[in-house]
């Protein structure tokens, strides 16, 4: 661990980055600095890590943990770039993030809140439901699947369709009665 006084760095100019100084910085106050900013040599400029800085400064710390790059000015954008767009092309497992965040004592400094929690579990369909012994009766449906996707970009059309039905069928209860309303909304779309 190299600790360097925060006044012999600079934040990386023009970072396109804006970040969440204060969720930041609530995280550094419940877990402190579990990994160190990436800060070019020559130059001094926070590479990785800028709100990080920001986050330590509004806690009135005067000294953050360093890990030193020697690179040209080039490579040290690309690393800026980087950084922030590889965290954005990332994505969650929604069942393994909400195990995770029920399995911690409390939520404070993960950047997560009880609403934001509740809204997860909310979204999860329930793996088992108990259906009646009887068959539907004429007027209703039972639609049961699993999908099963060939790369994360279908995923992500899937997972993107089905936000769309929640807002757009928003009294419907579940992604099968959604589903549902959409198909027989749309029908006469495809049969044109």
């Known amino acids: 661990m190299t600790l360097v006084a925060i006044s012999k760095l600079t934040p990386f100019p ?16 419940a877990n402190g600095q579990f990994r160190p900013i990436v800060v070019q040599k020559s130059t001094g400029h926070v590479l990785a890590g800028n709100h990080t800085m ?4 509004s806690l009135g710390w005067d000294k953050i943990d360093v890990h030193w790059v020697i690179c040209d000015d080039d490579s040290a954008k690309k690393i800026v770039l980087a950084d922030n767009r590889l ?3 990332g994505h969650y497992d929604v069942d393994d993030l909400t195990n995770l965040l029920q399995d911690v004592s409390d939520l404070d400094g993960t950047g997560y809140t009880d609403d934001e929690l509740n809204a997860l579990l909310d979204d999860i369909e329930p793996e088992d439901v108990d ?3 009887d068959k539907p009766s004429l007027g209703e449906s039972v639609i ?3 999908l099963i ?3 994360e970009q279908q995923q992500d059309v899937w ?28 029908a006469g779309d495809r049969a044109a």
């Open 54 to 57: 920001q986050a330590a400064i």
């Open 131 to 133: 259906l009646p012994d």
């Open 14 to 29: 023009g970072n396109p980055r804006r970040g969440d100084v204060e969720g930041i910085a609530a995280s550094l106050k």
């Open 144 to 146: 049961s699947y699993n």
């Open 149 to 151: 996707f060939d790369d």
């Open 159 to 186: 997972f993107g369709f089905t936000k769309w039905l929640k807002r757009t069928y928003s009294d419907k209860d579940t992604v099968a009665e959604r589903l549902t309303e959409y198909l027989a909304a749309t």
């Open 87 to 89: 965290a954005d092309k």
